[in-house]
């Protein structure tokens, strides 16, 4: 068994401490404080002084100079009430339904296995502990405040567990070379009209109406005028409006996201979406607000010449027939991760935490959800075992 695994394995009670203990005191965003104390306080434990970056982030440092891999973990949870009746279950009202606390109970076991083999790096490598993945707000906020430099970061390797499908059996790993995450913005649309009474309609100006006809219009974009070899979404989440049944409403509300595979098509999207809802609202009488986030993330990209190099120290850890390599298959999901990949040759890969076929019937975002810790020790080596021989292979 590689020396990283069999550490891992003998550290599996810690690492899973630590998990349940983040899982319990989840934060949202950056507030943060319990998660980044317990991990500081870990980090000390094992005599390594983390160090904070921006708002909420924790980054360390250990090796010697020479080039430099950053091991990205992200730490916050989800808004969500939770349901498991776990005994370690959060009842603040938030969640880790997406899995963060494995990420950083692994990247917290990652930290032990590389300080404990220290003196033998041929290089370095940066833990990056990132909060508010879930608002794709975290990683640019450890971007602009240097998480990528002294030392400059040279690659870049995430990863991230998966529940609740086919192709997620307990430690496997699966990863997509090339674009591997959609680009993540949102939108918010407020359409004025005029309001009067139900049965005097012509002297209003309908708010609903109009805004039904931007929904319908918006979520044809993508069907309309991208190629369909190339994948992208509008999807309208939120339809707010009217106040009684007799009443024609002066004001509705849409809110939705806009997902795409190249920065290219982000910006057509983005640029599109205003386009397209302010000429229906003019055509109807209306006017219209376009608010669009500050925040958002363009697409995560997994280097395809970083994933040749890492795909044999991955299955130096992970049996050959539990590793998946997929071609041209992204998510369209959203990854912050992206504002590292678009800076560094970077590569994130699936950790599988429980197929349907081994009965986890809940994916992440679930309130029910429970990923299986038995994967914990597998990631915390596959940080620790990537890192240690990207290094060898780069010095």
Known sequence: MNPYLKRAYELQEEITENRRYIHS????????????????????????????????????????????????????????????????????????????????????????????????????????FQPAEEKLAGARDMVENGVLENPHVDAAFAMHIGTGNSESPVGSVKFTKGPSHASGDSFRIIVQGKGCHGASSYQGVDAISVAAHILIALEEIPAREVPADQLSIVTVGVFQGGSACNIIADTATLEGTIRALSPENREFLIRRVREVAESIAKAFRATIRVEEPTGGTPPSYNNPALCEEMLPFIKEIVPE???FVRENQPSLGSEDFAYVSTKVPSMMINLGAGSTEEGYTYALHSPFVTPDEGCLPVGAALY???????????Q
């Not at 982030?57 to 950053?70: A, D, E, R």
């Not at 620790?384 to 780069?394: F, M, S």
Request: glycine content about 12%; aromatic content about 4%; some cysteine.
């Open 25 to 128: 005191h989840a934060g949202v965003g950056f507030d943060l404080d319990d998660t980044v104390e317990r991990i500081m306080s870990q980090l000390r434990a094992m005599g390594i002084e983390g160090e904070r970056c921006g708002k909420a982030g924790v980054v360390v440092t250990l090796g010697k100079p020479g080039k430099t891999i950053l091991l990205r973990g992200d730490i916050d949870a989800l808004p969500i009430p939770e349901q498991t009746n776990l005994p370690f279950a959060s009842k603040n009202g938030c969640m880790h339904a997406c899995g963060h606390d494995f990420h950083a109970a692994m990247l917290l076991g990652a930290a032990k296995l590389l300080k404990e083999n220290e003196s033998a790096l041929p290089g370095t490598v940066k833990l990056m």
């Open 321 to 323: 027939d539990k590793v």
């Open 384 to 394: 620790a075992h990537c890192a240690t021989r990207w290094l060898e292979e780069n």
